[in-house]
């Protein structure tokens, strides 16, 4: 008995987080949204990030940047929607000692474009496009790529 937590907490040390459905998700307040609420006049997409679930990265702050704007700071399992003019876009994650990821976004229709901060086995933060678009990638020969390849997210 004495041996368990010796066992559990390498286990749940070495897991990295989980996606949240986007219907389990737990809407930001809206005093917590910082940028891009107003509807714009331009065509615009809505732009949803989702933070994982899990014990990685729980203690880090995720400060969530578009185009270098502090725009919410989500805890996990929680959603953040924005309303963006279509265009290209800088997104950023600031997790503080648990790292920083940033890709660029190319906002090209006006259906919904969907990220994920996730962090991995190392509690490093990652931005990351959800499993749906990530398969959408692949099927046009687009996984893969370096961080920062414009990602068409008509795809989305």
């Known amino acids: 008995m004495r041996l368990l937590p010796l066992i559990i907490i390498p286990l749940l040390a ?3 987080t989980q996606p949240v459905p986007a219907n389990r998700a737990i809407p930001v307040s809206p005093e917590r949204l910082l940028s891009y609420q107003e509807i714009p006049s331009e065509p615009f997409q809505y732009l949803v990030i989702n933070r994982d679930k899990g014990l990685t990265g729980i203690s880090c702050d995720a400060a969530i940047y578009i185009d270098d ?3 919410v700071r989500l805890n996990p399992e929680e959603s953040a929607i924005f309303k963006l003019p279509l265009g290209n876009y800088t997104l950023s994650v600031d997790a503080g000692e648990c790292g920083k990821d940033r890709l660029q976004a190319s906002i090209l229709s006006s259906s919904a474009a969907r990220f994920r901060i996730a962090f991995d086995s190392k509690a490093q933060a990652s931005i990351l496009p959800t499993e749906a678009g990530l398969n959408r990638l692949c ?3 687009m996984c893969g790529q370096p961080p920062g ?3 068409p997210w008509w795809l989305y």
Do not use: D, W
Request: charged content about 0%.
């Open 14 to 16: 070495g897991c990295a």
């Open 69 to 71: 704007q502090l725009s």
């Open 139 to 141: 099927s046009i020969g």
């Open 149 to 151: 390849t414009p990602v």
